[in-house]
């Protein structure tokens, strides 16, 4: 355990800390499977005790995020672009893309600020973006939002972990990874029923039409 605490204050201590942190949310950005977040949230912990300076841990990991995004949109707007065009016009996925095509066009940069907080949502919906045409330039100022707010948020969860445990980083750690996986669990939830709330709200929508069919059936009869 203390070799693995020697490990982590050497590496955090060094100035190569910053490109490490910025190239680990790049690559989160089209491979989700990079912990980026545990990255930035542990640099945040140490960043409680002076080093690293917690301010450039936000700036390069929000830097990182927005590239990492931008790749995630070139690559959604060239192959995802080409794989869209072949699908049947009148199939599921076609129809199921043109619902997230008028969903992201009417509120795109609220999808993109809140994908950004669930695992994978985030590649999921930039590759989506790119793939459906969304404007470069208000994908770039939605997408900075985003990452700069995800950027601050991950480091400070850190930081208030390393606050209260100052001399023991290691349950700092331990806080700060607790209260992000709180917040994505948070957002799921309320993600989940509002889904159930628009299913619902939508099924009875059907009902009422089938019901006032079934009642204009016989004044068309007549």
Do not use: K
Not at 57 to 72: F, P, Q, T, Y
Not at 176 to 188: C, D, I, N, Q, S
């Amino acid at each position: 355990m203390m070799d693995l605490l020697d490990l982590l204050h050497e590496t955090m201590s060094s100035p190569w800390v910053y490109l490490a942190i910025f190239a680990i949310a790049v690559l989160d950005g089209f491979f989700p499977v990079v912990p980026s977040e545990t990255a930035v949230i542990t640099a945040g912990v140490f960043a409680a005790s002076g080093t690293p300076y917690l301010p450039a841990v936000v700036l390069v990991a929000a830097a990182g995020a927005l590239v990492g995004d931008h790749i995630s949109y070139a690559i959604g707007r060239g192959g995802g672009a080409r794989l869209l065009d072949r699908l049947p016009p009148d199939g599921r996925r076609r129809a199921a893309i043109e619902r997230a095509r008028r969903g992201i066009a009417t509120r795109g940069g609220l999808i993109l600020t809140v994908a950004r907080y669930v695992p994978g949502g985030r590649t999921a919906v930039t590759l989506t973006m790119g793939a459906v045409h969304y404007p470069r330039r208000r994908f770039l100022a939605f997408d900075a939002l985003a990452a700069g707010s995800w950027g601050l948020y991950s480091a400070l969860v850190g930081y208030l972990g390393g606050l209260a445990f100052e001399q023991d980083p290691l349950r700092g750690l331990l806080l700060g990874l607790g209260l992000a996986l709180t917040v994505t669990v948070v957002v799921e939830v309320v993600r989940w029923l509002r889904d159930r709330r628009r299913a619902g709200r939508a099924g009875e929508a059907g009902t009422d039409a089938v019901s006032a069919g079934a009642v204009s059936r016989p004044a068309d009869a007549r």
